[in-house]
């Protein structure tokens, strides 16, 4: 790499570019560093090949180990020499090296030596040196000398150790944590910077502490503090308080709210800034608490500074989201932005105006963003779109110079993603607003005319296929359709065959005509459009008469393919070629989840001989591996659904067990994973005793015993029910584990001969109205609901009462239905007041449920909510509504 | 509220466990007229290896090439970063923090930056003399930030902190106490007269 720097500068020598570091080059400086062992020292040279070596680093040259390992060696050396600049460079040069731990030993005694020194600048240094390389044996050493700093007069010093012990805080917590009464002495420091920083360490030592945090906060909030900096600390840690105690207050009188909206005084704009952005990110904020933050805010949006325009505008534009009639005040003032030098301000402003504008002042706003637009970065160009839409949905009349503009800014020139976004944005409009559709649709077809984007062309396409049939005049899309198959690539001639076909299937007067067309296809120099034009032509009835298609061959061909990809994948995989054919009713549906629980808890993990089981096969095709190669299962037929494994034992006992429910038609299957966690003992003839006494409508009707279970290596036991056909029946098991054990000599493995009946209890079990629900997502929630229909459509309205919150509210529900939340609407934004939740899924009998939840806070805390549930089932319909009523 | 007080969690642990409360630096760049690195100082692990970082680098300088940094620092957000940026004659001052960090903040310590660069290079802030001075340049860098935590952010206080070599406890208390006379009045001068 050096190598090639000096060739380049070479090249360019007209330039006359001077630099110090010219032709430098790593190895001769390496060489030069020899200067270091010199016995009479050159400080001045010295300090000049560290420059040389550090600026190597820093333009990232790397050493290699042995390089590495002799600078350090080298420059050990110049601890010998008294020049104060030279040891400052050392510092440096060590610090950027950072040695193993074996080397740290040879330096660890100067620097210790200078931790002591009577000069300031040295003890400063070494402080900071010496924590950054140094590991906890060490730092015992050192405490005694570190506890002293903090409390140094000179500020300076007392900064370095207060910021170390911030870093060894993550890694020596325990040695920190002694560390409070310094620290706190330090709090009360006349320096600014080092109240700064030893209130940033407090807090972090109590941080798991609530009460200590809080009790920090109030006695500081009453108290001076001087520096800015440490202001603006305790503004954070008082809004962590605020939003800790912040659920058993009522909004409006909230404690430290004074605290906070004094801060809005301050004479430093960073705590300004800071209080007035806490303000605005408290929960649940009420209009009356951030006005004074909201004009403090409009201050600085006609500041002379960008930083403060831009902090200003950011944070209005956050507010806008939840408060719009809040910000409207600024409008003024924002609008002037627009034409902010700085881009990223007019655009936040732009956007904030988007959101908080009225119906009146749209056709204005466009005017002033059409003139804008030109000249921002694509990626502002995407967030004006995505403020367009939004302003689209809120007014749904002001559709027309809505889409004039996104057709206008589609035509002009733009990256990917831009396009995708303004396509998305039309896409969105056109199903929301019904009298958009067909201009949506004709700039759509004139933007594929001329579109670049491969995937954007074939996207728009299969848009088209579906909703252009139900237009007035589906044929004027003919023509624009057909276009593709002159002038596109394959892909998009595929694609625009499909559409063809769909308009073909859908409109029956433009079928023979839909026919010529691709027919004209079946020439195709590419195998996947002729494929696809044979396909249409041979189910749709071209090659003969024309016949009414029928809904079954609509279905194969443009229905919905609700079966997850992932799952079909490995179903074909595991399909063995023979006589019988490829059944796609046997791929399952439920969609895999995502390991969360296992990310969750790493460090909970117990060590040692209570290991849990380690895992049976979890998914569902191993699952269904497993249990077709039981015989007695075989006419259970395919099984529905597989539970989660639920724990029967507590953690760390003598036996582990847990349980995962399979759900069949008209059985369930309990598979008990057991493991023996004890060394000293072999279990034989194990078995699970099921009472069903509080589980009346399912009858035992098979039970597989565990022949062995010798420790530590899981084995299963099966027990079988019947239960109704179809029907959610609802149950509670008690479970008693039956075994007979041998005692182990745990040196020679060997068992004793007689063996002892014994039982052990296990946890109860239920069977929960989740078990029979799938979680199965689709795509497009609307056009799934719309096309299941009303007719089973059931509507109930519940109160929840008092709940923690709207989110906590939302995922119990979501749990208790045991469906798929479908287009994020799992999340709950924060401050939300209403919000509502799509779910999808599959109910046993494999009949398709999709409900619609809509939550809203009544009261401080009490959760009402309205339950839809459209089904293709009636009885489903309604057993989902007792499931709530009855959880 | 309880996912994204996750989500911002999770995104510290990856970075600092302390930035849940403190400000926090990601790094300090200071660059030529053509994007190279005249020194960098980088205290997150956003940019392990040195190509994501001059990636990063060549990235920041193109899309505030076109600005003019010159009167009053700039700001933008790029990938989720705030960047605070200046420019003098043929250098690029640069701060990155983190998209919730406070700007005014990352915007003191660009300040302090480019204030202590302006009197160690005694006024000539230009890439030739940052080069012949640029043990004070790393010096300056060392004493602004120290892992990712603002030490100071005061220009004239961190310029002494480099050049002061000897300081003792005394003459560098009252020394102080001169400065920081000396920095009030500057800022009060300064506000009067932006006001």
């Not at chain 1, 010219?22 to 030069?32: D, F, H, N, T």
């Not at chain 1, 309990?670 to 023996?676: D, L």
């Not at chain 1, 209403?834 to 599959?842: E, K, N, P």
């Amino acid at each position: 790499m050096a190598q090639q720097l000096v060739k380049k500068d070479d090249d360019r020598d007209d330039e006359a570019e001077y630099s110090p570091f010219m032709g430098i080059e790593k190895g001769a400086v390496l060489q030069e560093a020899r200067v270091f062992n010199d016995p009479q020292l050159d400080a001045r040279r010295c300090s000049q090949v560290i420059t040389k070596l550090l600026y190597l680093l820093n333009q990232g040259e790397t050493f290699t180990k042995t390089e590495a390992t002799e600078v350090f060696f080298a420059v050990t050396k110049l601890f010998q020499s008294k020049d104060m600049g030279l040891r400052r460079m050392v510092y440096l040069m060590i610090k950027e090296i950072s040695p193993s731990a074996d080397e740290v030993i040879i330096v660890t005694s100067s620097l210790m030596k200078d931790m002591n020194s009577k000069i300031d600048m040295y003890r400063a240094n070494a402080i900071r040196v010496l924590c950054r390389i140094t590991d906890g044996t060490l730092l015992a050493q050192i405490e005694r000398y570190l506890k002293q700093a903090i409390v140094d007069k000179n500020p300076v010093v007392a900064s370095a150790a207060l910021v170390s012990g911030i870093h060894l805080l993550q890694t020596n917590p325990e040695i920190v944590k002694r560390w409070s009464n310094e620290v706190q002495e330090a709090v009360q420091s006349r320096a600014a910077l080092v109240q700064f920083h030893a209130l940033g360490l407090l807090h972090q030592i109590r941080q798991n502490d609530r009460l200590a945090v809080s009790k920090l906060v109030t006695s500081l909030t009453r108290g001076t503090v001087r520096s800015p900096l440490a202001q603006c600390l305790l503004i954070r840690y008082t809004s962590q308080v605020i939003r800790e105690s912040g659920n058993n207050t009522q909004p409006g009188d909230r404690p430290f709210y004074d605290y906070l909206e004094s801060c809005l005084r301050h004479k430093s704009e960073m705590v300004i800034f800071e209080a007035a952005r806490a303000i605005t990110e408290l929960n649940g904020v009420t209009t009356r608490e951030l006005t004074p933050a909201i004009t403090v805010l409009q201050l600085f949006l006609s500041s002379s500074k960008p930083v403060l325009r831009f902090a200003a505008v950011r944070t209005l534009n956050k507010v806008a989201m939840t408060h719009p009639t809040s910000v409207t005040n600024c409008n003024i003032d924002m609008e002037s932005l627009i034409s902010d030098q700085n881009r990223s301000i007019a655009t936040l402003a732009i956007t904030t105006l988007l959101k908080t504008g009225n119906e009146s002042s749209v056709d204005r706003l466009m005017k002033q963003i059409t003139n804008f637009m030109s000249d921002i970065a694509d990626e502002f160009k995407i967030v004006v779109v995505e403020a367009i839409r939004s302003l689209c949905q809120k007014f749904p009349l002001k559709y027309r110079s809505l889409m004039n503009f996104l057709s206008n800014i589609l035509r002009e020139e733009g990256g990917f993603e831009y396009k995708k976004a303004i396509v998305d944005s039309i896409v969105i409009l056109i199903r929301e607003i019904p009298d958009a559709k067909e201009t949506g649709l004709l700039h759509l077809c004139e933007f594929i005319e001329d579109c670049e984007f491969t995937y954007l062309s074939t996207q728009i396409l299969h848009f088209l296929g579906i909703e252009g049939p139900k237009t007035s005049d589906p044929s004027r899309y003919i023509r624009f359709v057909y276009n593709r198959v002159h002038l596109e690539n394959a892909t998009v001639r595929a694609g625009a065959v499909s559409t063809l076909a769909k308009f073909g299937a859908a409109v029956d007067e433009l079928k023979p005509r839909v026919f010529v067309l691709l027919r004209r296809c079946l020439f195709d120099s590419d195998d996947e459009v002729r494929d696809r034009a044979t396909l249409y032509l041979n189910t749709l009835g071209g090659d003969g008469s024309v016949v009414e298609t029928d809904k079954a061959v609509k279905d194969f061909l443009f229905g919905t393919f609700d079966i997850p990809l992932v799952n079909l994948e490995t179903s074909l995989k595991n399909y063995v070629p023979s006589e019988e054919a490829f059944d796609i009713d046997s791929v399952p549906k439920e969609v895999k989840s995502q390991p969360l629980a296992e990310k969750k808890a790493p460090g909970k993990k117990p060590t040692g001989l209570g290991a849990p089981p380690s895992g049976p096969p979890s998914t569902a095709d191993s699952y269904q591996r497993v249990l077709s190669s039981i015989p007695e299962f075989a006419n259970f037929g395919n099984l529905f659904k597989s539970s989660e494994p639920v724990e029967l034992t507590e953690a760390e006992t003598e036996y582990a067990v847990n349980v995962v429910k399979h759900i069949f038609d008209r059985h369930v299957v309990f598979q008990y994973n057991c493991t023996n966690t004890i060394p000293e003992q072999l279990l034989e003839n194990v078995i699970v005793i099921v009472d069903n006494s509080e589980a009346d409508e399912f009858s035992e009707v098979f039970s597989r015993p565990l022949k062995s279970l010798p420790y530590d290596s899981p084995g299963q036991i099966f027990v079988a029910f019947e239960k109704p056909e179809g029907v959610p029946t609802l149950g509670k098991f008690s479970n008693v584990l039956k075994f007979i054990v041998r005692e182990v000599d745990p040196a020679t493995g060997e068992a004793d001969d007689d063996g002892v009946e014994d039982e052990y209890q296990l946890e109860d079990l239920d069977i929960v109205s989740a078990d029979y629900t799938l979680k199965v997502g689709v795509s497009n929630f609307r056009n799934a609901w719309e096309s299941i229909g009303p007719d089973y459509e059931r509507e109930d309205e519940y109160g929840l009462g008092p709940r923690e919150s709207l989110a906590e509210a939302v995922n119990t529900v979501i749990n208790l239905l045991g469906l798929q939340p479908c287009e994020g609407t799992e999340v709950v934004p924060p401050n939300s007041r209403s919000h509502t939740c799509l779910l999808s899924g599959v109910f046993i009998g494999n009949i398709k449920v999709l409900v619609r939840l809509s939550f809203g806070l009544d009261g401080p805390k009490d959760v009402a909510m309205k339950l839809t549930v459209r089904s293709e089932d009636e009885t489903v319909s309604d057993a989902i509504h007792e499931i709530v009523a009855s959880g | 509220m309880e996912f994204l007080a996750t989500r911002r969690c999770l995104k510290y642990i990856c970075f600092f466990v302390f930035a849940v409360s403190c400000p926090s630096i990601k790094n300090i760049l200071l660059l030529d007229s053509e994007g190279k690195r005249v020194a960098v100082k980088y205290f997150s692990d956003d940019w392990p290896t040195n190509s994501s970082k001059l990636a990063f680098e060549k990235f920041v300088f193109t899309k505030t090439l076109k600005t003019n940094a010159r009167t009053e620092a700039e700001i933008t957000l790029l990938e989720n970063n705030i960047i605070i940026y200046k420019f003098a004659q043929d250098l690029h001052f640069f701060v990155t923090g983190s998209d919730d960090e406070n700007e005014i903040v990352l915007a003191s310590v660009l300040q302090g930056f480019f204030d202590a660069v302006t009197l160690l290079l005694r006024n000539n802030v230009d890439k030739r003399e940052a080069l012949e001075n640029l043990d004070l340049i790393l010096l300056c860098l060392d004493e602004i930030v120290d892992g990712g935590m603002i030490l100071e952010t005061n220009g004239p206080l961190i310029a002494e902190k480099v050049t002061s070599h000897t300081i003792d406890a005394d003459s560098s208390l009252s020394e102080q106490t001169l400065t920081q006379a000396w920095a009030t009045a500057r800022e009060h001068l300064t506000r009067t007269l932006l006001k």
